[in-house]
């Protein structure tokens, strides 16, 4: 536990204008930020007697080991790069709002050519019309069963459209006229595209004036005595008053508005938010945070508004924001709302009529929602406790621990060794921090050695972070797969690779694996982390230097967590290891070749029609591919000349050799003909594919 008063900036040096601040821990890590209008009276808040904080305050303060701070111009700058810098870093300490699940949204894509209509979650994409959030997914496809009907737009994936149009027959929706079939050309991409955009004016909430026109049509239709497309346009109607009525009105005027109500106590929020368009709920979510800082009603809307609208603009962002609390002062976040949306915003409290009515429902949403999850969440705490508990127990260990990290070798006959490394935080996994390792210091199977050369990699970087002492150099970034943004150096405060040390590492095996970990730390001079492993065959657990296991209840929650961080690593393991032998599987002469990408890759096989052609060409000829240069053409050549000539291909069902120019080339799309399934490469690359 730090003392703040070991890092505390002199009064002098923070200056008096508005800014937003980072708190960093011994490690580097960001685990807080915040914005000031006055950075110099902010931060002088944090720096008095820790008996005068809020005890979660108190333990912010103590933990970090360093603050930094950067100007800004406005209070309204301030609130933006805090909202960039929290997505950035997820500091520890601050409100982080999570989903209880991915919310489905009905989703239009009018950046294809014929717009599909279909269930999306996650990232929206640009160039994509979203409606809702809905609750169930079941939900959007009964409205978009009803509006099917009256607006016949495509819901079929690409593979279908496609089969369709290359047989020249729609799918079951096009013959019973729930859909327009443009893929066999019933209507035009413009005619299609027209029909997208009414579905789209539907489910805005421009419904009655497409009523009232359709109620026109059918009317002189019934005068014109055609009784039959009266009679279809009488039902239209009906089908589009169904879909209505799963929305009922709760705001006369078409109000578009969002409503945001708080339910929370000491330790936890919860936030349910219900999205008006046209008077009609079109979308309800919710999210539960825990109160990791001293935050107000106000502060809770000001961060639900950030997570809501921060990655949303124009329409997205409604005219209006009802909340049960302003944040304090409103003007930053009303301007960046009115940014956001390009027009103005109201951010206000409803005092009376049905926007207040309809506030109270909301309000009551988020106590059942915080209620739930206080009884879901009362277990899983319990449980996790217990587990973690009995785990420190049996392995005579100081206290529970609480980042837990395992590792696991795969292979296939000795070919492709990987290794994972997966994190358990809380007994919790934390996937953003998962590694992958490719075996480099020998070939071959040997899953002990291959153990120790992992273990020694992934806690040499921690020493040498904990060194801070030199950068890593390209071989060392080379060393292990995983995400590119988490290659970082240690000056920008997020997570490094290696950057935090485990108190328990859990390796897949027995007392060899067990013993090449321990031997890996002790020659690091790491003497303050457990090591265990969990054997497959009867659950047992070793720890190095015992001649006999540790046999934990098979009824122990401690076990349980141990299998599932154990099966956790192994999934990751063979995943990464089946990639891997995929990858090899497929690779072609062209492979080889330095700095030829996939696109240039393409363009050579479509110009030259094989392998077999390129291989013969000159490298004049090869030239003549745009993006080919000479020294490539070059390189291509002798990548060729290196390689082994390829086997003729086979037809297995007939035993005919195909001649080169019939082979499917490297990189090739089609599949080839002659009957049956075709093998080629050499005897040795035969025998290494899976059937």
Not at 155 to 163: E, I, L, M, R, Y
Not at 537 to 552: A, F, I, Q
Not at 600 to 612: D, P, Y
Not at 640 to 646: E, I, L, R, T
Request: hydrophobic content about 35%; glycine content about 6%.
């Amino acid at each position: 536990m730090a003392d703040p008063s070991s890092y505390r900036p002199q009064p002098g040096q923070i200056p008096d204008s508005p800014g937003v601040y980072r708190f960093r821990d011994e490690h580097r890590r960001v685990i807080y930020v915040g914005k000031a209008k006055s950075l110099r009276q902010r931060l002088a808040n944090y720096f008095q007697d820790l008996a005068n904080l809020h005890p979660r305050t108190r333990t912010m303060v103590t933990t970090a080991a360093s603050v930094e701070w950067t100007v800004v111009s406005t209070e309204v700058e301030a609130l933006q790069l805090e909202y960039s810098w929290i997505k950035e870093y997820d500091p520890r300490f601050n409100v982080k709002y999570r989903d209880d699940k991915s919310y489905p949204y009905l989703a239009v894509t009018m950046n294809e050519e014929f717009p599909r209509v279909q269930v999306m979650r996650g990232q929206k994409k640009k160039g994509v019309r979203y409606f809702g959030p809905y609750g169930h997914a079941w939900a959007i496809r009964d409205t978009v069963d009803l509006l099917l009907r009256v607006f016949p737009v495509r819901t079929c994936s690409a593979g279908v459209f496609k089969n369709a149009a290359r047989t020249g027959r729609p799918c079951l929706l096009g013959y019973i006229g729930k859909c327009s079939a443009p893929c066999v050309g019933r209507v035009s991409p413009d005619e299609h595209r027209e029909l997208a955009e009414e579905f789209c004016d539907f489910m805005a909430g421009r419904t009655g004036t497409y009523i009232r026109r359709l109620e026109k049509d059918m009317t002189a239709a019934a005068e014109e005595m055609e009784y039959e497309r009266a009679a279809r346009l009488r039902d239209d109607i009906e089908a589009l008053r169904k879909a209505m009525e799963k929305s009922a009105v709760v705001l006369a005027d078409a109000t578009d508005a969002d409503l945001i109500a708080l339910a929370e106590d000491e330790l936890e929020a919860a936030v349910q938010i219900f999205h008006v368009r046209g008077g009609r709920v079109r979308g309800q979510r919710g999210w539960v945070t825990d109160k990791v800082e001293a935050v107000t009603s106000g502060d809770l809307v000001e961060h639900a508004l950030q997570q809501l609208y921060g990655e949303e603009s124009g329409d997205a962002v409604p005219k209006e924001v009802l909340v049960p609390a302003l944040p304090d002062p409103v003007e930053p976040i009303q301007t960046w709302l009115t940014e956001r949306r390009g027009s103005n915003v109201s951010l206000r409290i409803p005092q009376r009529g049905d926007k207040k009515a309809l506030m109270e429902t909301v309000h009551r949403n988020a106590l059942q929602a915080l209620a739930l999850h206080k009884t879901k969440r009362a277990s899983d705490l319990t449980t996790r406790s217990r587990a973690l508990e009995e785990i420190a127990e049996a392995l005579d260990l100081d206290s529970a621990p609480l980042r837990i990290e395992c590792y696991d070798i795969s292979h296939l006959q000795g070919d492709d060794v990987v290794a994972s490394m997966v994190v358990f935080e809380d007994g919790l996994a934390r996937k953003s921090e998962y590694r992958r390792f490719q075996i480099k210091g020998f070939e071959g199977q040997d899953d002990v050695r291959s153990m120790h050369e992992v273990i020694t990699r992934r806690f040499k970087r921690y020493l040498a972070a904990q060194e801070k002492s030199a950068e890593w150099s390209d071989t060392e970034l080379d060393d292990e797969e995983g995400p590119v943004e988490s290659r970082l150096t240690e000056d920008d405060g997020r997570p490094k690779k290696f950057a935090y040390p485990p108190q328990l590492v859990v390796v897949d095996g027995g007392q060899p694996q067990v013993a090449a970990a321990r031997r890996a730390l002790d020659e690091l001079g790491i003497d303050d982390i457990a090591v265990c492993g969990l054997a497959k065959r009867l659950e047992e657990v070793w720890v190095p230097g015992e001649d006999d296991p540790v046999v934990l209840p098979r009824t122990s929650e401690g076990l349980y967590l141990l299998q599932r961080v154990r099966d956790e690593a192994h999934r990751f393991a063979i995943t990464y290891q089946r990639s891997k032998r995929a990858k090899r599987f497929k690779a072609g002469p062209l492979d080889d070749v330095p700095g030829l990408g996939d696109a240039r890759k393409q363009a050579l096989i479509k110009h030259f029609g094989s392998v077999k052609r390129l291989r013969s060409a000159t490298i004049d000829q090869i030239c003549e591919v745009p993006g080919i240069g000479r020294r490539t053409a070059e390189t291509i050549l002798a990548a060729f000349a290196q390689a082994a000539p390829a086997a003729p291909a086979v037809n297995t069902a007939t035993g005919e050799i195909l001649e080169d120019e019939e082979q499917t080339p490297a990189g090739a799309t089609d599949a080839p003909t002659g009957g049956g399934p075709v093998t080629a490469g050499t005897p040795e690359e035969r025998r290494g594919q899976e059937p």
